[in-house]
């Protein structure tokens, strides 16, 4: 069969193709926001399997099996790996029109060289022997993936509470070519809702800290030291998941008696909650000021919604959906509290509902404040909208509302290693997006000026807002295409 995702898919136009070619396919990566797990990296892990690497942990391609009517047993069940996977190229077929069907084969050209086949029944048993064998050399390991996409930065996703073990372990490897940071995601400081799993949780904060917590300003202490202790580590953000910003009005006496009840596991009133979590956020905030921290927020996901399954697997195993929660007010509260005092950290901003595209857009805009180039970012597509559409959308609500040029780019919130295809995907449809704007005449065809323009939004403008401090040679020029 001819060629399905050729070297110029996505690409309609001559411009298109040499922005693409010329400058964004070579560039490196900065992954500045996932889920890859540290242990994986540091350890240099081997995948046993091409079920292991695709599947487990993947809940995009569990929602589309369930919806094929695929058994629970050949998703997160005791099916083998073979039975998994077959079960999974059966459900490719179907997949069309979703991203899905576009990131499988995407992958399956890049690492595995397979580009002139679909995944079906029919080719799975070739394609699942052959991927098998390279995963079982060294350049299929997590590092030599890693390697094979050109990933410079990968900054994981940890609880305050977490060792970073396999931080400091990769760090002394003088071999790896990746580096990897930790990211400060503190959603368990806000997670009030069962109050004894809180207390767990502050239980193993006080042991981490060192510091004994029994009241706020205690906890709050803990949580610097925890701070500090991921800044030494190459910490460079936070990253918080939440519905809608909390930005409640509340008194210090308020929010010292609700932790107080908190931490002796008394059942809290609603405007405790909301007092605390702004409280609590906001000293947060501060914290990632104070040390320069690049501050996250992805929000608007109505989590966990599946009681039965929730109970039978867990979290984050694909009964997630958009949420519909008021943002706008609560948002702009949130930033302006911080910018009245001049103590409003970098900010990027990640919606999940796409009415929300604008909103986010224009936000971004109330509070930059000229310090440096594009402070508050409106970021990338995220979940749900991670696809063609969503990210052509963002685009232009940036290109419309702000300066695309400034635009700190594509990252994976992936647990996939595989998933660095959406950087390529992300790439040829800026590019595209870019060439057709010229057919149509809408922006010049100054060619040095659009090279820059994909340059920095493909890596320079993330290594410069997180201040990775990685060097020039690291990625080329727009000079040098």
Known sequence: MAVFIDENFLLESTVARDLYHGIAKALPIIDYHCHLPPEAIAENHQ?????????????????????????????????????????????????????????????????FGIRDRLLDTESAPEIYELCNRLLATPEFSAQGLLEQFNVLVVCSTDDPTDSLEAHQRHARNSRAKTRLYPTWRPDRALALEDLAAYNDWLDGLEARSGVAIASFGSFLEAMRARHAFFHELGCRASDHGLETPYAESYRPSEVERAFDKARSRKELLGQEIAALRSAI??????????RGWVQQFHLGALRNTNTRMFERLGPNTGFDSIGDWEVARPLARFLDR?????????????????????????????????????????????????????????????????????????LTDSRSFLSYSRHDYF???????????????????????LQQMVADICFHNA???????????????????
């Open 281 to 290: 956020l906001h000293e947060l905030a501060l914290l990632d000021h104070e």
């Open 463 to 481: 290594n410069r807002y997180f201040r990775f401090g990685l060097p020039a040679g690291a990625a080329p020029s727009a000079g040098a295409a």
């Open 338 to 410: 911080l910018d009245r005092s001049e103590q409003l950290p970098r900010t990027i901003l990640y919606n999940l509902n796409p009415r929300d595209n604008e909103l986010f857009a224009t936000m971004v805009g109330n509070f930059q404040d000229g310090a440096i180039p594009g402070k508050i970012q409106y970021g990338s597509s995220w979940w749900f909208l991670d696809q063609l559409d969503g990210m052509e959308k963002q685009l232009n609500a940036l290109s419309n509302m702000g300066l695309l040029s400034r635009f700190v780019g594509m």
């Open 427 to 449: 790439r040829r449809l800026l590019c595209n997006l870019l060439g057709n704007d010229i057919k149509r005449g809408l922006i010049p065809d100054q060619r040095e000026m």
């Open 47 to 111: 995948f046993r399997t091409l079920t292991e690497i695709w599947l487990n942990d993947d809940h995009y391609k569990w929602r589309a099996m369930r919806a094929n009517g695929v058994s629970e047993r050949y998703i997160t069940g005791d099916a083998s790996d073979w039975e998994k996977f077959e079960a999974w190229a059966r459900t490719v077929p179907y997949t069309l029109r979703n991203p899905l069907y576009h990131w499988t084969h995407l992958e399956l050209g890049r690492p």
